[in-house]
């Protein structure tokens, strides 16, 4: 397994106050040793001060002035740590429905999430939630974590019940790699070490688990794109001629010689040569930032992709979407968006909301069309030029979008192309 | 087993010189902000990687306190020669002259809140659209909150609860005439990924982050740098040392730590076995709970 030495994995936590998630997460630093002395300190004393008995190991995922003072998280935190075997970034999310923007922008580059679940409560509306949520954004691989199995007497029986409660929910939803683990997040029981107490669990510890999964095959690289960001032509006698389109990589694999064509012109060429500063490469993959040459001088700008002759994504200006909304404004029909796929900015109109899905039943609901914020519909959006789109499920990179409204300019929902 | 994937460091890369091209295509007028700590020079290290061949296509942007390390100028300065690029710098010291800002006094006093009105003023007389920093998520718990591409008002401030969602790889540029955007191609880093990096690429760093005998006082928990600028406290022992310094900030507030590490290896060694945070010895933190998330608000790096 040395091949997956040194590999960067994300995960994504969701979770309501009283869960334990900044539990959990303060338990993953620590026992890993990731917390530093000052930090511990500074914990130490906030805990007295609340008057904890022990270190509340809460206090170390604490974010801006406002969570502190509600107690709960609100926007998405970032948080890192090493092990020998991997670098983890955790986008730690609340769990709240009216957070739902915050879990879907966590859950976008999650190659793992996690999802924990009371041993008291079982599967609830919540878990619903994040699982839809996990699914909807196709996180590879789901970590169920049953947590405060200290609080049930480490019984080995209401966790199996539990895993059946949600084998049940997940048939129902595209989640490829489940995994179950009964934890203490409070006590530590198979967080980092293995549990004393549950002698009957026979699987890895969560963390272990975390450093093994296998990601390296998560990303689509059969599909060869590259949407160009921009044309580098330097203007120094040493590079008269170059002319690099540079881009980072969305999927599969591109080497020198290979037969390209570019959208959505539809020219084609041949790549001369490929380099990441001033290291020539024989082949480059996702999710790599270089810089290409072709052989004929043709015209490429930002916003065009190249491909492989022989694969192409669809080139088209009608899409149809899996579009959540994170605007304290209801979506306007027929307004006009700027919609933002790749390197891509094109004008779009939303055209048609076929049905909303209710997050917490994950039913659909055919009678409301209105997309007000935290909404997840299914909806129908042309533009103005064409797009060249993947289904997200092939290929999150492009497969995505935002949209932008234009009179504020904020970001206004985010899709997954069907 | 496959064998295309890439390692954390070459991802962080990847990512990092997607953010600067983004930059590039989405901005006019943008410029790197450089203090001549190790992170900006991490940036401009980076910012070259994404350019090659052509030459980085944005000034750097310095925001003088006027209590520098005189290594930092100078390393500053070569590096500037070395690169082909134009240096804009921003004076606190003119700014305290001509009365936009008023000096801290006592023992403690800093300028480094000083610098955010030098940094607004700097931005909006070059008409600067972008500013790219060398913040990273993993430096405090407000900077956690931060997003890649981080939206200011025409105050320059920034409003941590109205955030721009940033989903993917796609990053939302659009603003307003007078707003500007703050953007850091390193928030995914942490110092040790930092390190890790300036040994694996050979990046030249200054001298001051190599163990050398220093002049120094014991203030706040960290030893500081005897130097011209430093407030005087009576009787106060100066003792010399061999230290190092974590990050470079001014001189009056930036603590060393005691070490033998004079090279990047034995660098890298001593950060992973390190057991208190790099701002730690940064007392512009200490003042209070929320000092960063204060600062940021109002305008800071």
Known sequence: MKIDKNQLLRFTTAGSVDDGKSTLIGRLLYDSKSIFEDQLDAIEKTSKRKGHETVDLALFTDGLKDEREQGITIDVAYRYFTTPKRKFIIADTPGHIQYTRNMVTGASTANVALILIDARKGVIEQTKRHSYIASLLQISHVIVCVNKMDLVDYKEDVFNSIVHQYEDLSSKMMIKDVRYIPISALEGDNVVHRSENMKWYQNAPLLHTLETVHISSDNNMIDARFPVQTVLRPQNDEHRDYRGYVGRISSGIFRVGDKIKVLPSGFTSTIKSMNIHDKQLEEAFSEMSVAMTLEDEIDVSRGDMLVKVNNSPEVTQDITAMLCWFNEENARPRAKYILKHTTNDQKAIIKEVLYKVDVNTIKRLEDDKELSMNDICKVKIRTTAPLMVDEYIQNRNTGSFVLIDEATNETVGAGMIM | MSKYFLNYLDELESEAIF???????QFRNPVILFSGGKDSILLTHLAKKA???????????HIDTGHNFPETIQFRDDLVKELGVDLLVGSVQEA???GRVLEEKG???????????????????????CAIGGGRR???????KERFFSHRDEFGQWTPKNQRPELWNLFNGKMRQGEHF????????TEMDVWNYIKRENIAIPSLYFAHERKVVWRSDSWIPVSEYLP???????????????????ITITGGIESDADTLSKIVDEVSS?????RGNRSDDKRSETAMEDRKKQGYF
Do not use: C, H
């Open chain 2, 19 to 25: 953010v600067f091209r983004e930059v590039y295509a």
């Open chain 2, 51 to 61: 350019f090659f061949p052509s030459k980085i296509p944005f000034s750097l942007m």
């Open chain 2, 96 to 98: 305290i002259e001509d």
């Open chain 2, 107 to 129: 023992k403690n006093a800093t300028r480094n809140s000083l610098q955010i009105t030098t940094l607004l003023d700097a931005i909006e007389d070059n008409k600067i659209d």
């Open chain 2, 138 to 144: 993993d430096e405090e718990k407000a900077r956690a």
């Open chain 2, 182 to 189: 703050r953007v850091f191609p390193i928030s995914n880093w």
């Open chain 2, 232 to 250: 005087k406290i009576e009787n106060e022992q100066v003792f010399t040392k061999k230290i190092r310094f974590r990050t470079l900030g001014d």
């Open chain 2, 274 to 278: 390190m057991r208190e945070t790099e």
